[in-house]
């Protein structure tokens, strides 16, 4: 289903640069243009992110960062 009008761009496309690591509407628009000339789609493009994420979430687990982990090592002060 062609999501982005202006710059040509798939559901497809979308699901891809998730499956490949972006992690938000903003990373895919950065990738594709998706949403950046008229806007119009950026609404969709956010949902099928979104639905994306959610999918590669339940085939994979939560992915955990170097960074997450430095960040419980870390004392935390009250």
């Known amino acids: 289903m062609l999501v982005c009008h202006c710059r040509g761009i798939s ?14 509407a903003r990373e895919v628009a ?5 949403g ?3 806007g119009g789609c950026r609404t ?18 939560p992915v955990i960062s170097s960074e997450t982990l430095l960040d419980m090592a870390l004392p935390v002060e009250g």
Not at 11 to 24: E, H, M, P
Not at 30 to 34: D, K, L, V
Not at 46 to 55: D, F, G, R
């Open 36 to 38: 950046m000339r008229c």
């Open 44 to 61: 969709n493009v956010k949902a099928i992110v979104n639905e994306a994420l959610a999918h590669e979430f339940q085939k994979t687990g």
């Open 11 to 24: 559901d497809r496309q979308i699901k891809r640069l998730v499956k490949d690591g972006a992690t938000s």
């Open 30 to 34: 950065r990738a594709t243009g998706a």
